[in-house]
């Protein structure tokens, strides 16, 4: 029989482990683990339906911990909230990338399509393996991309559910005599593969990636409090993705008026002020992690401006095909062109700085580092469904446009070395957003600093 402490050393785990649910930082060998044996069912933190999480004092030869009534246990649990903790967070570096934004603006959507996105490029490409760190709790994501992207009734009309608060992608659980409410998280392992170049730095390099989707409500003022702590993964952030919707956006839709088709560019449809919603999130990120107020963000804001393909028109809708930033080099491996994304971000900023410039400027007086990247999770409009008069999509129609590359942006960023890059200069380029003309923007939307340059 080993101890904790010593079934930590020997199996090389992280010796300080964070919660995705709770944030709470413990050691590893203050582990929980979940009793199997039916007798020890309900536990005080986690729930009457759960099973008994428990500090062991045996453990089996293959380091599995034994309960009260001697069955060998597999699932491990947070020492504070009790609830699940994949082992990949046992051994790999977490890196949380949160995705926020207002209702309706996109992120289940986007989402479902990003993870379906990047199971393919990642490995085909960068050669990084990217797995489902634990299938049960990454089962609703799953079912989400099996709906848009493996429908066998590929022409019917299918629509993912409004993300709810205290709903299925949130946790309650008893702490300090009262209902706490998590995100759950999605947890993927990232690892460079055997055929990596840096195979052999793989320990340093493979990270636990957590990603949460919150309701769009958590994120509007007073839309969190002491009982739902919803959105602290915020704080923790390596890198944030701001769902902006232009279409939400009065001023676009009269822009793009009989030029867009999309049900959302009416004018009756729902509208937040996403500016608003920003400096929500800018004022719990200050509070949690302590940055003063007239001190900026240091990590990467990255502006995700979605449903690219209801507002394309205002800047005369180029292709975003993802091979245009992601290529092969002449050395072998592939690289992400992070010199174009710098430039199509910068056409993309010019248009907004016209049409909605107090969102700009809520984005910049937070960050140090923004990024603006057009995406279109779906690729085209989605239709209102006859019966219920919802917004649904046929899957037979989805074309997702750069939604890998947000991702791809961040990881760049947040992890040195695993997504290399280049500059496009030294290709031949192909035509893409960043190659618009000042005079094929809008007229009011060129941009002073450029114009007549
Ligand atoms: N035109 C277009 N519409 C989209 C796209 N992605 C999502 N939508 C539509 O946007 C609406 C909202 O999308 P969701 O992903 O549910 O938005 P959300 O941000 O998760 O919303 P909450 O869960 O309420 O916070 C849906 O009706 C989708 O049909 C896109 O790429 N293009
Ligand atoms: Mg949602
Ligand atoms: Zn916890």
């Known amino acids: 029989m080993r101890s904790p402490q010593k079934e930590t050393d020997r199996l090389g785990l992280r010796s300080r482990i964070t919660c995705p649910h709770c944030w709470q930082e413990f050691a590893a060998h ?270 990467p804001l990255i502006v995700v401006v979605t449903k690219y393909d209801a507002w394309c028109s205002l800047i005369g809708c180029p292709p975003l095909n993802s091979a245009h930033l992601v290529y092969e080099s002449e050395a072998g491996g592939f690289l992400l062109d992070t010199e174009r994304i710098l430039k199509v971000s910068d056409k993309i900023r010019t248009v907004l700085s016209e049409l909605t410039p107090e969102f700009i400027s809520a984005a910049e007086s937070f960050a140090e580092d923004v990024t603006y990247i057009p995406v279109s999770a779906l690729g085209t409009s989605p239709e209102i469904a006859p019966h219920g008069g919802f917004l649904a999509i046929r899957p037979s129609h989805i074309r997702p446009m750069w939604t890998e590359i947000p991702f791809l942006y961040g990881l760049h960023k947040a992890v040195p070395h695993l997504i290399p890059s280049a500059s496009s200069t030294a290709r031949r380029s192909t035509p893409g957003v960043d190659q618009i003309s000042e005079t094929q923007l809008p007229a009011g939307t060129r941009n002073p600093r450029e114009a007549g340059s």
């Open 30 to 299: 203050e582990t929980h683990w979940i009793a199997v044996h039916p007798d020890l069912s309900g536990d005080p933190i986690a729930g009457s339906d759960e099973q008994l999480r428990f500090l062991p004092t045996r453990f089996n030869v293959n380091g599995q911990a034994i309960d009260m009534n001697g069955v060998a246990c597999s699932e491990l649990a947070c020492p504070h909230c009790h609830l699940v903790i994949p082992r990949a967070l046992l051994e790999m570096k977490p890196l949380f990338f949160s995705i926020l934004g207002a209702p309706g603006s996109g992120k289940s959507y986007f989402l479902a399509s990003m993870i379906w996105g990047l199971r393919n490029i990642l490995r085909r490409s960068f050669r990084l393996a990217f797995s489902d760190a634990d299938p049960l709790a990454n089962q609703l994501l799953n079912e989400y991309e099996e709906k848009l992207f493996l429908n066998p009734d590929s022409n019917e009309l299918v629509a993912l559910p409004k993300t709810e608060k205290e709903g299925e992608l949130y946790q309650g659980v008893s702490m300090d005599q009262r209902t706490v409410w998590l995100a759950k998280p999605f947890v993927f392992s990232l690892q460079p593969d055997t055929d990596h170049r840096l195979e052999t730095k793989s320990s340093q390099l493979s990270r636990a990636v957590c990603l949460y989707d919150n309701a769009g409500e958590h994120f509007l003022p007073g839309g969190s409090n002491t009982n739902n702590h919803g959105t602290q993964h915020l704080s923790l952030s390596q890198a944030l993705f701001f769902l902006f919707d232009p279409t939400q956006h009065p001023r676009v839709r009269s822009r793009c008026s009989g030029k867009s088709a999309d049900p959302q560019m009416k004018d009756h449809a729902w509208t937040h002020r996403q500016d608003q919603v920003l400096f929500e999130a800018a004022s719990r990120i200050r509070t949690q992690a302590g940055i003063p107020q007239n001190a900026k963000y240091k990590r």
